[in-house]
């Protein structure tokens, strides 16, 4: 059942040596269909296996989800298990009956989330860190003949990468921290996956996995990576000598944690300075602090958190980048954000969290077409992501896709996004649908929520101007507004407005005279006071009114309005130039108002 490689022996071949340069040219062009095929990495996957760890043999089942993993394993009836989390990692040995915590490893099992090797284990990850190729000697592993890539890097050990001689997949990584080995490789799901994997330098003894099935389909129970009642309990008493350097510091850890997630970062804050004051190179404290600064706003020490523990990783975690971009982001620093966001996504493409935080980015920067991509990605990966549909929703109706954006608005609905900014928005939806009826009511609500935004109550005016006889209600609104704030000359203006659509000229002329006074620079103003002084055929009034619109603001339709005004009191000369400038600047009745009342 088992291959295991003990044997590599150089061999002598007739053909041309090949280069170094031509063995990487290959390996990249045999990948390259199953690289193109997959857009994402799954974000999930279940494999079952075969495995042999020393002198024992076990039937295994492993799990990899996000930056987590398990593994349980059966021995002649006896179950074994581990769980890998960020922070924590913790196994059940059921012949001692007792449990092992340790620091955390997070996903032990990256060649299986990666549909090949896992990163570390990848000629991209060597050559990105500074390694160069030396020189290709042919080789068998037994009886696979291969070529094996000698790498070079300072005064370090070589390492040594095998490929197979037949279709230059990568096979082998040895260097001075692993000793590994893939075979059998299998095109599964359009993914390219090997079916034996070997670790010749595990600690229990070499370790040989024969991979029985891949599943990327049935969806994990995230309850297999949470705490146990036994294992809280267990965890509970490991923590409690106190003179072990490591206990100490996942207790203050832990501490801070739930200090934070309670609402109290300062004082989660000093309980991590306690535990970097035990340990200072601690990654994952590090981290937790820099997300305890980042949610007081202390922006500048978040960011030095982040880089740090990104200098101490011997392979920085993607969650590391993704928190410093974001930092940034809340800086206005676009340019170091997206730079951080793109080396997160390098280190993992499987990570919805920064397609979302990469969306926010694009959506600052009003690239709305992009942020939507991004925003399916994360949905791609991770459908149950509210937020993410919710934001999808938002640029697509920034798009003009009302349809598209009303259909997320109600799934966001649906999977519990509420507020006050959700439902206006939802609102604005809903009234470029022309569904009124739904837009008023969400613009209500919005307000009821909360009532220190006038912009709901401006939705709503807006909106009662679609319905029969609601300028009515559109003056009680801007009454309302007026009552909160009398300064604001906006407000005054679109009452004004409301009281012309309801033919009340006496309260619509002095609202908007009230209006000019307040601010005399804007020409819509004096545009409102003219077509009122028309109704009342007050024509030089309006003229005066127009002209003084037109001083602000060159707008061909005024030109036109200004034309008729003066036909009206029979300055045909003016009226017509009044005409020729419309027409110039491109309004069409201006056009054929120059063709009806003027000799060309």
């Not at 021995?75 to 059921?94: A, C, I, K, R």
């Amino acid at each position: 059942m088992y291959t295991t490689l003990l044997f590599i022996a150089a061999f002598t071949v007739t053909n041309a040596q090949i280069t170094p340069k031509k063995l990487i040219k290959e390996h990249k062009k045999s990948y390259k269909p199953y690289n193109d095929a997959n857009q994402f990495k799954p974000s999930f996957a279940t494999l079952t296996a075969s495995m042999r760890m020393g002198d024992f043999e076990f039937n295994a089942v492993f799990y990899s989800k996000g930056d987590s993993s398990r593994y349980d394993m059966e021995l002649m009836g006896t179950q074994f298990y581990e769980v890998n989390l960020d922070t924590l990692s913790w196994s059940y040995n059921p012949m001692t009956k007792e449990f092992e915590f340790s620091r955390g490893r997070g996903n032990s099992m990256g060649f299986i989330e990666t549909g090949m090797q896992d990163d570390q284990n990848n000629l991209e990850f060597f050559l990105a860190d500074g390694w160069e190729p030396d020189r290709v000697e042919p080789v068998k592993l037994d009886s696979i003949e291969s070529y094996k890539l000698m790498l070079s890097k300072d005064e370090g050990t070589p390492v040594e990468l095998f490929f197979d001689k037949q279709n230059y997949y990568l096979i082998g990584v040895k260097s001075s921290t692993k000793h590994v080995y893939y075979l059998n490789y299998k095109e599964i799901d359009s993914y390219l996956l090997p079916s034996i994997f070997i670790d010749k330098d595990n600690e229990s003894g070499e370790m040989i996995l024969a991979i029985e099935k891949y599943d990327f389909h049935t969806p994990i129970d995230d309850s297999l990576f949470v705490m146990s009642e036994e294992v809280r309990k267990a965890y509970s008493e490991f923590l409690k000598p106190e003179n072990n350097s490591f206990n100490k510091v996942q207790q203050l850890y832990d501490s801070g944690k739930a200090l934070v997630s309670d609402g109290n970062p300062n004082e989660g804050i000093k309980k991590f300075n306690e535990a970097l004051k035990l340990n200072s190179k601690d990654v994952v404290v590090l981290n937790a602090r820099g997300l305890a600064f980042l949610d007081i706003q202390d922006y500048y020490s978040a960011i030095a958190d982040f880089k740090r523990a990104i200098e101490l990783s011997n392979q920085p975690k993607a969650e590391y980048f993704n928190n410093l971009g974001l930092t940034k982001y809340y800086l206005g620093d676009n340019k170091g954000a997206l730079k951080d966001y793109d080396q997160a996504l390098k280190i993992d493409s499987t990570n919805s969290t920064i397609y979302a935080n990469l969306g926010l980015l694009q959506i600052r920067n009003e690239k709305y077409e992009d942020a939507e991509l991004n925003y399916n990605k994360a949905l791609e990966l991770d459908s149950t992501s509210a937020m993410s549909v919710y934001y999808r929703a938002f640029v697509r109706s920034q798009q003009g896709k009302y349809n598209g954006a009303d259909a997320d608005y109600k799934i966001a609905h649906d999977m519990g996004v509420e507020g006050a900014a959700f439902d206006n928005y939802w609102g604005v939806a809903k009234y470029q649908l022309e569904d009124y009826d739904s837009a008023l009511i969400l613009f209500e609500k919005a307000y009821q929520q909360d009532s220190s935004d006038v912009q709901y109550l401006i939705n709503q005016a807006d909106t009662h101007k679609q319905f029969e006889n609601g300028y009515t209600k559109v003056v009680d609104i801007y009454s309302s507004l007026i009552e909160k704030d009398t300064i604001s000359s906006k407000y005054y203006a679109e009452r004004a407005l409301a009281h012309y659509e309801l033919a009340l000229y006496k309260a619509a002329r002095r609202d908007i005279d009230k209006a000019i006074a307040l601010y005399n620079e804007n020409a819509l103003y004096y545009d409102y006071r003219a077509y009122i002084k028309e109704y009342s055929g007050d024509y030089t009034g309006a003229i005066e009114d127009f002209t003084l619109s037109l001083n602000l603001e060159q707008d061909p339709n005024i030109y036109y309005r200004r034309g008729l005004a003066k036909m009206n009191i029979s300055n045909k000369f003016d009226a017509c130039k009044d005409f020729k400038k419309a027409s110039e600047l491109g309004d069409e009745n201006g056009k054929a108002a120059l063709v009806e009342h003027c000799k060309l």
